[in-house]
């Protein structure tokens, strides 16, 4: 199965996103975490993308587009992928369609995550993630465990995101509206979206995808 998660910042498509990986043994591909990898390694496309990563604005099309290539011609995933945070644009969703009718991959469904824009504050804010395994904690619904390591891979740091500030939020937001929301109407009329509440706790909402998917 293949699919798309797609939802605000801070609607919670990671986290459903890993819990999908582990029921479904599912390839994540998440195009923020691919960024965030090249501006650690500090390549060229790392240095390109850092400031407007940190605006909160999106990055080119190509770039990202790109990225997303070059992962689905070179990894093999039988379970099938879980697009994350891609794609944002319709030119991106254009170009996601034309790269999986290359490759004869068949895309099955289109998660729309569902929260409204206060809760995304207080959560964003409050969120974490482990340096080593990604793991996503939140100090308000799912707090770093008292022992201070990480329940997946026992890590003990744990980062805020630089874009994890208000400023930036709301920069994020306004992309979101303006240039990733028109692909909830895309995806509707290619009858693949599913909506799902995003606002309950992490289980309901898995639970709520799982039947969306059926
Ligand atoms: P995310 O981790 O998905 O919230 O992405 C973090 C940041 O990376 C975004 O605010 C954008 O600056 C950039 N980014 C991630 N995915 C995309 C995309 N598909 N198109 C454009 N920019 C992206």
Do not use: W
């Not at 500090?42 to 909160?56: K, L, N, P, Y």
């Not at 996601?96 to 959560?123: C, N, P, S």
């Amino acid at each position: 199965m293949n699919l798309i998660v797609l939802g605000p910042p801070g609607a919670g498509k990671g986290t459903q996103a890993r819990i999908l990986v582990e029921e479904r043994k599912m390839a994540q591909l998440s195009t923020g975490d691919m960024l965030r990898e090249a501006r650690r390694s500090g390549s060229a496309i790392g240095r390109t993308v850092a400031e407007v990563m940190d605006r909160g604005d999106l990055v080119t099309d190509e770039i990202v587009i790109d990225l997303i290539r070059e992962r689905l011609e070179s990894a093999d995933s039988p379970g099938g992928y879980i697009f994350d945070g891609f794609p944002r644009t319709l030119a991106q969703a254009d170009a996601l369609g034309a790269l999986l009718d290359d490759l004869d991959v068949r895309l099955d469904a289109v998660i729309e995550m569902q929260v409204d824009d206060d809760a995304l504050v207080t959560r964003i804010t409050a969120r974490s993630t482990c340096s080593g395994c990604g793991e996503v904690y939140n100090d308000l619904t799912k707090p770093i465990p008292a022992d201070g390591k990480c329940s997946v891979c026992g890590g003990t740091d744990f980062q805020r995101r630089a874009d994890d500030n208000e400023n930036s939020l709301r920069t994020r937001l306004m992309a979101y509206y303006k240039q990733t929301s028109p692909l909830i109407g895309y995806y509707h009329a290619k009858g693949v979206l599913s909506s799902v509440n995003g606002l309950g706790e992490i289980q309901d909402v898995a639970a709520e995808i799982r039947s969306a998917l059926g």
